[in-house]
Every structure is written in C-alpha cells, then in structure tokens.
Nanobody, 121 residues
Framework: VQLQASGGGLVQAGDSLSLSCAASGRTFSSYAMGWFRQAPGKEREFVASISASGGSTYYADSVKRRFTITRDSAKNMVWLQMSSLKPEDTAVYSC???????????????WGQGTQVTVSS
C-alpha cells in the first residue's frame, strides 16, 4: 500500500481544513487507517484512527469534537476534517495503514509522506 497525504496549508486559528490520504493497492479496504502528527522538537503523536470497516473511530483527547476521520474504501481515500484549529495543532500530519486502528504507531505498516499544517494565532 502506498499512501499520499495532501491538503495541508497555512490557516488562522478557528479555521477549518481537510486533509486527504490517497491509497494505492487493492487491499486498502482491509487496513485500518490512522493519522499522526509531529511538531518540531516533539514526539510523533496519535491524532485519529478508523477501523478497516469504518465502523469504529478513535481520537486523541486534544482533537475530540474538532476533528473527524472518515474513509471511502471504494475510492481508496481517507480524510481528516479539522475544525476550530488552534496554533497547537501546527505539525506535519501523516497518514498510515495498519492491521488495527491503534493509537500507537507500531501496528501501522505503511506510512505516507507528511503534509504541513500551520495554524497562526
């Protein structure tokens, strides 16, 4: 599975932004998907994940009720809709595919390149 994230940019606090993750490979529907982010000088952190079926979603406490993860396996796509963005959301966001919708990076076997999100105050 190859993944490519896009949609990042520079926005103001309070704005919304939608990230996309395009996947290649016929087995995409069998993978759980996750979004992680990494800010300069900080560890990579979990943002959101969705099960292979799309029936279960998980969020970091810091983004609950602001971010929404969705997928369309027919289109090999995953999205992260972000609203009420804060400066502390500034980071490089990466999508990943794995065996379970974990909040930890280890179960994710495939990673896409990141897309920069910068939120100005």
């Amino acid at each position: 599975v190859q993944l490519q994230a896009s949609g990042g940019g520079l926005v103001q606090a309070g704005d919304s932004l939608s990230l996309s993750c395009a996947a290649s490979g016929r087995t995409f529907s069998s993978y759980a998907m996750g979004w992680f982010r990494q800010a300069p000088g900080k560890e990579r952190e979990f943002v959101a994940s969705i099960s292979a079926s799309g029936g279960s979603t998980y969020y970091a406490d810091s983004v609950k009720r602001r971010f929404t993860i969705t997928r369309d396996s027919a289109k090999n796509m995953v999205w992260l809709q972000m609203s009420s963005l804060k400066p502390e959301d500034t980071a490089v966001y990466s999508c990943a595919a794995g065996t379970i919708a974990s909040t930890f990076p280890k179960p994710y076997r495939y990673w896409g390149q990141g897309t920069q999100v910068t939120v100005s105050s």
